[in-house]
């Protein structure tokens, strides 16, 4: 443990003089090939503007690089694998796109990723809006806070094996020990592999998340929620307005912006699931979704790097149009400011 704390230190300091070194050299070979010390002013000034164009590409030259090497090349190389066979080696044209139209399994992921979306997303930020107005009106608000919060602290994975033990189900006269179980018990019910009954299964892996998440979103709505002008509130009390009214005609509309980033970040969180699925049910009982199903057809039973491939695309393809969004909303913001 020790040596490789040591060597993960060693990275960090040899990776910080390098960054520091390629900043100073580069810089300094700009000031040497464009010197601004010259006699002709109107060289000099050439050259300083041509300095000021320059120089802010050597701060990106090394992140475009990174990104090029690291999103662009994989993206191109995926796009171009969706057109081989299962070994990447044999081009096989449009027959992994027919397969992904025509396969069962591949339609059911993309009804259970739609499914999430409709439900967590909306679910999250509608509770962690409700949990932030109630929290900021209660003296102990803050702790309420810090145990709604506090699943953000455990992995997907570690919050799924909680989850298993409130859904666990135990067959015969055993004694019910999953939580959900032990109560439908104690008020006369049947015990249920809850996680084996199609369709309803997926919303009780979305609970999963929506405990997870829920505390993402009242921390970012709590913080806009004080945002909002005292002198607002107090004019639409003034006004006759009641609580009901303040929240949904006064407060929402000035927190919109806040509500907006905590769906679009959740969307896309939702859009990428896999761990919660991998645990608790492998993808068995129709709780499929398309991650699962990329990590199934690429990595497992010898692979299919083609068929992979396609579904790569497809979570691809969904998350990109959100980024966009999210990324040109910010940026009017920003230029609003």
């Known amino acids: 443990m020790l040596a490789q704390i040591v060597s993960a230190l060693g990275v960090v300091i040899v990776a910080v003089f390098a960054c520091a070194a390629y900043f ?4 300094k070979l700009l000031d040497m090939a464009l010197p601004v010390t010259s ?7 050439r ?3 041509r300095r000021a164009a320059i120089r802010p590409w050597l701060f990106l030259g090394p992140a475009l690089l990174l990104l090029g090497l690291y999103l662009v090349y ?7 694998l969706s057109f081989y066979d299962r070994t990447g080696t044999k081009f096989v044209g449009f027959a992994n796109y027919q397969w992904a139209i ?16 409709a439900v967590v997303p909306a679910a999250c930020t509608f509770l962690g809006l409700v949990i932030a107005v109630m929290t900021d009106r209660i003296w102990w608000g803050n702790i309420a806070k810090s145990i709604v919060f506090m699943p953000m602290a455990i992995s997907f994975v570690g919050a799924s094996v909680i989850w298993k033990f409130i859904y666990e189900y135990r067959g015969g006269t055993d004694t019910q020990i999953g939580l959900l179980n032990a109560i439908v018990q104690l008020f006369g019910g049947t015990p249920q592999v809850w996680i084996s009954i199609p369709f309803w299964n997926n919303f009780f892996l979305m609970a999963i998340l929506i405990w997870i998440q829920t505390g993402f979103a009242m921390v970012i709505l709590s913080a806009a929620l004080r945002g909002i ?3 607002t509130i107090e004019a639409a009390v003034i006004d006759g307005a009641n609580g009901w009214q ?5 407060m929402v509309p000035q927190i919109w912006g806040s509500i907006a980033v905590v769906w679009t970040t959740i969307t896309i969180l939702v859009l990428k699931v896999f761990d919660i699925v991998l645990t608790m049910t492998n993808g068995q009982w129709n709780t499929m979704v398309l991650a699962n199903l990329m990590f199934n057809w690429m990595f497992r039973g010898g692979g299919d790097s083609g ?5 790569a695309l497809v979570i691809m393809l969904a998350v990109t149009p959100i980024m966009i969004w999210n990324v040109r909303r910010a940026t009017r913001e920003l230029r609003e400011r």
């Open 39 to 45: 006699d002709d002013i109107a060289k000099m000034s």
């Open 24 to 27: 100073y050299i580069s810089n």
């Open 246 to 250: 303040i929240f949904w005609k006064i």
């Open 47 to 49: 050259n300083f503007n």
């Open 229 to 231: 002008p005292e002198e």
């Open 307 to 311: 068929r992979g491939a396609i579904i």
């Open 102 to 117: 025509n396969d069962q399994e591949f339609r059911q992921s993309i009804f259970n990723n739609i499914l999430w979306l």
């Open 74 to 80: 994989p993206v191109a190389a995926t796009a171009i």
